[in-house]
């Protein structure tokens, strides 16, 4: 129990340090933004993720993609939330979302909650970086505090989001270069990839690495394709863990799997492949502190990607909709 909370404490204390030197980087988000305007806003959303969590702990995972998708296409901004009308398409039906980006409904219930306590104070976009922080702390991961102060869209792009998306496919020069568009570095790819250690991904979307590719544990492939037929169609929603030891733990079985070949998508075991990033993986296999502190820093810098603040964008009362 010490050396937990004394990595607890050395990730809250790097996250307090990131936090410092990157206010240059985004002056206008802070830790402390709704202090006074909307001061029980962390206890609300917590205790609702909390909520959400115990009745279905994947939804955790769910949650903390959605904000990832959220911040690829265009920033950290809430246009992902945004439903389809008849005159609007927006990002929930691309093809990296279609099917598979889950747990609006959660985010909504939050909102409501927040608007009861707060109304038109708190935008959807940060309920979603608070829900997706809040969701790994609460499956066992680490803890840091969330910048906010983020405003929310007022449109999205489903062609953004088809090509700023990482895909279950992609090469690791392809993984590298959308992270780096992004501001984000090579480090920061296998910290947040590390996130793969909790939820869970459709056979659709890992078949051609479980009977194509020659790097992966045999007896790892053989019990994936027990539930993932080989017949494109078939069977394509069934479900797998991307962490088969601890699916709803967040802890860093994820890089010991990636070191043993058993990486669930091609897009995870390219980060150890004989590659530049081997020795990363390598590192976070043997030290779980060091990925909590590497994923804490860069869930704060992935925070920062192109939020609209001050004037731009507006506080949403819907999060499905635009006011």
Not at 1 to 18: C, E, H, N, P, Q
Request: hydrophobic share 35%; with cysteine.
């Amino acid at each position: 129990m010490a050396a937990l909370t004394d990595s607890r404490l050395t990730v809250i204390g790097l996250a307090l340090f990131v936090l410092i030197i990157g206010g240059s980087v985004n002056a206008n988000l802070s830790t402390n933004f709704y202090s006074s305007s909307c001061p029980k806003l962390l206890s609300t959303v917590k205790a609702n993720m909390q909520s959400a969590i115990s009745k279905e702990a994947r939804i955790g995972a769910s949650i903390l993609r959605l904000f990832f998708h959220d911040c690829f296409v265009n920033g950290c901004d809430g246009s992902i939330l945004l439903d389809d009308t008849p005159t609007f398409t927006g990002e929930q039906h691309a093809a990296p979302n279609n099917n598979s980006a889950r747990g609006f409904e959660v985010i909504d219930n939050i909102k409501s909650a927040v608007e009861n306590i707060c109304p038109g104070i708190v935008s959807c976009a940060d309920i979603l970086a608070i829900a997706a922080a809040d969701s790994v702390t609460i499956l066992g991961g680490p803890t840091w505090n969330v910048k906010l102060g983020r405003r929310d869209a007022k449109t999205a792009s489903q062609s953004a989001a088809l090509a700023s998306i990482p895909r279950p496919t992609s090469d690791l020069n392809v993984l590298a270069k959308m992270f780096s568009d992004n501001g984000l570095s090579i480090k920061d790819l296998v910290a947040l990839s590390g996130g793969h250690t909790i939820g869970q991904a459709r056979c659709t979307t890992f078949r051609t690495r479980i009977y194509n590719e020659t790097n992966i544990d045999t007896s790892f492939a053989t019990t994936r394709q027990s539930n993932c037929p080989n017949a494109a169609g078939s069977g394509d929603n069934n479900l797998a863990p991307l962490d088969l030891q601890t699916p709803i733990s967040f802890d860093n079985n994820y890089f010991k799997n990636l070191v043993q070949n058993k990486g669930l998508l091609h897009s995870d075991q390219q980060l150890f492949n004989g590659g530049s990033t081997d020795s990363i993986v390598s590192g976070y296999s043997t030290n779980p502190s060091s990925f909590s502190c590497d994923f804490a820093a860069a869930m704060i810098k992935m925070g920062d990607i192109k939020p609209l603040t001050g004037s731009n964008g507006e506080i949403r009362k819907n999060c499905g909709k635009i006011n």
